[in-house]
Every structure is written in C-alpha cells, then in structure tokens.
C-alpha cells in the first residue's frame, strides 16, 4: 500500500463545479503540503500545514482552500473550477523527526490529473 | 523574489557522465535538494546538500556552492531508467521547497 494515497487519480469537471482532492497518509507525519505541476513550471506550493492546527498559504493559494481534518488527511478544494485549474496536484509530507533530519525529504503521492472544462 | 534556474533538457548516452546545474536567488536559504520524477510517476527525492561541497549517494552525486549559489546533480554510468525530469529544490527557514522547473534527461543507448 501506498504511504501517501491521493483521490481521485483523474477528474475531469466542469467550469464552477466545487472539488475536492483528498490525500492521506500512514506514515505519521506532521507536515502535509499540497503542489501543483503545469508542464514547464515545475512544482509549485499552493498549501501547507505543519500540524492539525497550522494552516499556511503557499504560493499560489488563491482559489483553493484546504482542511487538515486529521494528522493523516488533507484536503484541497477548489470552491469554483476554471479551466487554468487544470493541472496535475501533488500531496507530500515531511518528518521534522526525520533520521535524515538536515534533509526533511517530502514523500509524495501518486498525484491527481485535473481536467476543467 | 526567489527564483531557480536550470537547464531544461539534457541529453546523454548510456554509460556517460552527465552533470546538471541549478543557480538560485533566493531568501531564507538553507539547503539545496533534487528530486527524480518519471513520466507520469511522482516525486522522489535524490540528495541534499545543506553545507558547500559534494554528497555521494551511489551513482549520484550532488555539489553546492553557497557563495556562488550553485548547485549540481552528478549522475555517473548512466542507464536507460535515468530518463526522468530532475528538479533542484531550495529549503527555505520555513521548511518549505521552492522547485526549479526541472530537466528532462534523456539517456540514449
């Protein structure tokens, strides 16, 4: 089993529709994060939390919110879908407990492709 | 503003050496990190260097230069499942990862 699990793999929607993508996790890290990938841009941050009771605005947050329902679940959601939302979405978590703590590697899922049309 | 460069294609030939760089303007810096994504795969991360000099990790191998903020990542006897994107990563004082937009290696054979 996957150790950082996204829903739904694929999506396809259309302009205003409310979504929401869900990632969780078995391997008991505090710090979750949400990213999204255009093609040419890289990763870039949109979300993250540090614990249940951190939420911070990364990058790119406009038009997305998110919940940390628990220390394994974070949720992204997009309150009202365009099309320039069409990306591929990434969760990661890191360990600040981390043996290799000088690196704080993030682990990420399998991500979701999001189509808006 | 924080921003990362590199190259955003490089070929090689399997067996060779290939080396690809990463320059940074960045706030806040405390490390440098690469990360390996395959077509349609996820993220995985490589190395990390947080002190100037050369961290081996088997074939791979990645060097950073605080003074010149520069970074690179070494792959050595390349093989045909090297083919991915690379990404440099700045960690900031925060713990967060800036991504550079990544390089996309092709091994040749």
């Known amino acids: 089993d996957a150790d950082v699990t996204q829903t739904p793999r694929n999506r396809i929607t259309k302009t205003g529709k409310r979504i929401m993508l869900e990632c969780s996790q078995t391997?008991?890290?505090?710090?979750m994060y949400w990213y999204r990938q255009d093609p040419g841009l890289g990763l870039r941050l949109i979300y993250y939390?540090?614990?249940?009771?951190?939420?911070n605005k990364g990058e790119i947050s406009d038009g997305y919110s998110v919940s940390r329902q628990a220390q394994a679940k974070f949720s992204l959601s997009l309150e009202s879908a365009i099309p320039n939302q069409t990306a591929l979405y990434f969760c990661?978590?890191?360990?600040?407990?981390?043996?290799?703590?000088?690196?704080?590697?993030?682990?990420f899922g399998d991500g979701t492709r999001l189509s808006i049309l | 503003g924080q921003s990362l460069e590199q190259p955003s294609e490089v070929t090689a030939v399997e067996g060779a050496i290939v080396q690809i760089n990463c320059t940074y303007q960045t706030s806040g810096f405390y490390g440098l990190s690469w990360y390996q994504q395959h077509d349609g795969g996820a993220p995985t991360f490589l190395s990390y260097n947080g002190l100037d000099g050369l961290e081996e990790t088997g074939r791979f191998s990645s060097f950073l230069s605080r003074s010149d903020s520069y970074g690179y990542l070494l792959l050595q006897e390349l093989q045909m499942k090297d083919s991915a994107s690379y990404f440099c990563a700045v960690r900031d004082s925060s713990y967060k990862l800036i991504f550079g937009s990544g390089t996309r290696l092709l091994v040749r054979p």
């Open positions: 990661a978590t890191s360990d600040p407990r981390d043996r290799r703590s000088t690196s704080q590697p993030q682990h």
């Open positions: 391997k008991g890290h505090d710090r």
């Open positions: 939390s540090f614990d249940v009771k951190d939420i």
